[in-house]
């Protein structure tokens, strides 16, 4: 074996062990302080997700958009990425859905659970670690979180409910997510240069620093209230999901940047962001939306665990 090749594979573990001891540990430590705690108290896991909702994803969203700024062309290349990547995932999740025979709930729960990937406390550290807190690529993920968040808050509320609920309902439903109005008027005052009062800019900084926290502590509530972590008869789909969102993501982000032309650390953070575990938004939605409980969390929890070894290998395969 060459230098090289024996560089690369140290270079391989330091990338594991980083995503192990830096992303993955302390997500399981407040993941199982929510199930410890549940099996005492008896949480109530639908307060705990309203908070999520409401409160915590608002703020964070609102304060990384008004301090971010984002030329118009990196805008516009992440955007219509955004669009094609997600149409491509759309495409193959109606495939393996028709060929699974879902029904309405469970068809929704493996689309949330593929196309709702987890861009913020989880993408934006792999981030700031491929490409060594570079303030363009992290710009790029930030853009990314923003449509993570819009999407579950829109798509997602649609998607739980088109089922069991008419459009009136579920519009309503919609446009009562404060996320969707929080996105403009972040814009809209870092474009404006508007500055915002100390206490406004502190209070903001409180609720932020609550939401990861808070949605893996929810997470860890939702496992905790279930008979066993790893359901047998969830076992084949848990699988499914976790491929098409681990294995399958990535390799559609980058059919995508050769379509679009993109090379260089734009290519290589777009596709570094497509291949991170399902985002704990598709568990929030399954518990406020009473859907497909089980089945989201343990996606949440296996993708996650896996993807030591597949975000490892997508970074080690760019050479970032």
Known sequence: MTVRGIRWIIDGMDIFLHILWN?????????????????????????LSKLNFYLFSPA??????????????VFGQVMLFFVLFML????????????????????????NSVLFYNSANYGIPINQLAFSGNAYTLSVQILIMMLQ???????????????KANWREIRKVILSMPVIYVIPVA??????????????????????NAFIGTALFTLGVQLGSMTSII???LAVDVGIASALRLLAGPLLAWGVVLVMGLDGLMASALIVSSAV?????????????????EFASQTVLISTVLSIVTVTAVIYLLRV
Do not use: C, W
């Open 23 to 47: 992303n993955v540990l302390p997500l399981s430590v407040i993941i199982s302080l929510g199930a410890f705690l549940h099996r005492i108290f008896n949480l109530d896991i639908k307060t």
């Open 60 to 73: 964070i969203m609102f304060e990384l958009l008004y301090e971010t700024s984002i030329s118009l062309q």
């Open 88 to 111: 491509a995932q759309y495409v193959l999740l109606e495939v393996v859905v028709r060929m699974r025979r879902y029904d309405g709930g469970k068809r929704a729960a493996m689309r």
């Open 149 to 163: 968040s819009l999407i579950p808050n829109t798509y997602g509320i649609y998607s739980v409910n088109a089922h």
């Open 187 to 208: 814009f809209l005052l870092h474009g404006l240069r508007v500055p915002l009062p100390e206490f406004v800019n502190i209070s903001v900084g409180y609720l932020s």
């Open 231 to 233: 359901n047998r008869k």
């Open 277 to 293: 575990p399902t985002s704990l938004s598709s568990v929030l939605l399954a518990v406020e939306f009473d859907n497909e409980k």
